[in-house]
């Protein structure tokens, strides 16, 4: 097993598992101190907008298209030109923000209006007048996150992978503190989410600036322009669509969930978040490591690497994602309840939020590949191959938001979602096949019929040991804790005895 790339992966992992563990701590109080009703539809949507942005101009198109430029440039070139092309490339990414955000202060009703038209249709004007108020506080997290990720991208490009995957945990921080105690000092209480967020951007770039600092890479302003930021424009540009189409498919859901009932964005969100756990301690720490290892050894000319660093990812991403899918579905209630259901966030919101949680949890393993397949193309310096899969699969998502939000409304819009996930990321896989970057190999296929057959055994134990939906309603918060984490702690075990039994090495894969 590559060593280096698995070590990189459990470093990224280890610390977004730290993250996303107080971002549900975050979530329980959001839930225990304003519930799921329009108050928190009106934040979410003006916190998802730039959440969804900071996707495409931060971890999502920007870092996909930088990383490898800053990779091919240090390994071929001087560490005097690597310094050039991130200050040239920083100082464009800075002003174009600049303008973004202040346009988007300025018009927020305008901008709440194209996301959430919902809102501005409801007799009542209220919602509408809130979500724009927030927005213009939660907006410039986008400049400040997307500053960050430019900050991350360069510490990942020289193997320093614990940093910006820490640095979410000062966000969860930041909105949990405002939360508790922010609230308690303002008219409308809900407002001190978003000054939450706006005081994690801050936190988490500051962060960033010493150990840049301590690499001898802190970007500096710089005049002119440089070769580096046309072929940014050019890759990032199509890079938009094609990394970040899930955050897209989950934008248009909350747009359509806008015109809906009261608590549908809500309901969305929370399973959202559950999902994004396993999604972020799998698919986006392989992907983070992925990029800068892959585009490493394509700037080397090593297609050995290349391809062997391409395989390790699918193994790990279906060792880990194929279980978590099964689990998702299988506990979606039980989780939402242990989680979430605490004094303003009731026994319907729960059912509510679990039936999307089980469609968005279905589509698990497709969302983990296109996290891993994408940079294959990115890091080759393709950005068309990814647009083009990835406009099929979004176009595809609206239609069948339509037709399912009809028949199943807020679930409707999360089975949509994960077939627009399948679809993508087979399509990503048949274009791998069809240029012949990737082929999978027997081995592969054996280590998956094998993971399919573990899951299925541990699927079996859960249905069989675990409590009924009743007993969780019942229980207090400990033996709700205490009950599903058994369960999760022995399912796992069960699992991987069952993949040791069946032959599957974690040393030899």
């Not at 109080?29 to 108050?39: C, E, K, S, T």
């Not at 966030?345 to 397949?373: C, H, P």
Request: charged share 15%; with cysteine; proline share 3%.
């Amino acid at each position: 097993m590559d060593r280096s790339f698995l070590k990189s992966s459990s470093v990224v992992t280890g610390m977004t598992f730290l993250s996303r563990i107080l971002g549900l701590v975050r979530d329980y109080f959001i839930a225990r101190y304003f519930g799921a009703n329009a108050l928190t539809d009106a934040f979410l949507v003006a916190f998802r907008i730039p959440n969804f942005l900071r996707r495409l101009f931060g971890e999502g198109a920007f870092s996909q298209a930088f990383v490898p430029i800053l990779a091919d440039t240090k390994a071929n070139k001087s560490e005097e030109e690597v310094q050039k092309v991130i200050n040239h490339i920083g100082t464009k990414f800075l002003t174009v923000l600049i303008v973004i955000t202040l346009i988007t202060v300025i018009a927020a009703p305008v901008v709440i209006f194209m996301f959430a038209w919902g809102f501005y249709f409801s007799e009542d004007q209220m919602q509408f007048n809130l979500a724009s108020d927030m927005l213009r506080i939660t907006f410039p997290y986008l400049l400040l996150i997307s500053l960050t990720a430019f900050a991350g991208s360069i510490l990942n490009t020289y193997d320093k992978f614990a940093v910006p995957a820490f640095t979410p945990v000062l966000l969860n921080i930041s909105m949990i503190l405002s939360a508790v105690y922010l609230s308690q000092h303002m008219d409308t209480p809900i407002m001190a989410l978003a000054w939450g967020v706006f005081f994690g951007g801050v936190a988490q770039l500051l962060f960033q600036i010493p150990f840049l600092i301590k690499i001898k890479k802190l970007p500096r302003l710089a005049r002119g322009n440089h070769p580096a930021v046309k072929t940014l424009k050019k890759r990032m540009l199509p890079a938009l669509f094609g990394v970040s189409v899930s955050q897209i498919n989950l934008l248009i859901d909350t747009m359509i969930a806008s015109v809906l009932v009261s608590g549908s964005v809500s309901w969305l969100y929370y399973s959202d978040r559950l999902l994004e756990l396993p999604l972020a301690l799998i698919g986006i720490a392989l992907a983070t490591v992925a990029l800068a290892k892959l585009s490493t050894h394509f700037a080397n000319k090593d297609s050995e690497k290349f391809n062997r660093t391409i395989e390790y990812a699918i193994k790990i991403g279906l060792l880990l994602g194929v279980p978590a899918c099964a689990g998702l579905v299988i506990l979606a209630e039980p989780l939402i309840i242990t989680l979430f259901q605490y004094d303003k966030f009731d026994a319907f919101a729960s059912y509510q939020s679990s039936l999307s949680l089980m469609a968005y949890g279905s589509g698990l393993v497709a969302f983990i590949m296109v996290k891993v397949l994408a940079p294959v193309f990115l890091s080759r310096g393709d950005t068309k191959t990814p647009v083009k899969v990835g406009v099929i699969a979004m176009v595809s998502n609206v239609f069948l938001n339509v037709i399912f939000a009809y028949y199943f409304a807020h679930m409707g819009l999360a089975i949509a979602t994960s077939i627009s996930a399948v679809i993508n990321a087979l399509l990503l896989y048949y274009y791998l096949n069809k240029q012949n970057i990737f082929n999978v190999s027997t081995d592969l296929y054996q280590i998956f019929f094998k993971i399919i057959v573990a899951s299925f055994i541990m699927t079996i134990f859960i249905l069989t040991f675990t409590y009924e939906v009743n007993y969780y309603l019942n229980a207090n918060v400990w033996l709700r804790i205490s009950s599903i984490a058994t369960i999760i702690t022995i399912a796992i075990i069960v699992y991987f005895v069952s993949l040791r039994i069946l032959g599957v090495r974690m040393k030899k894969l």
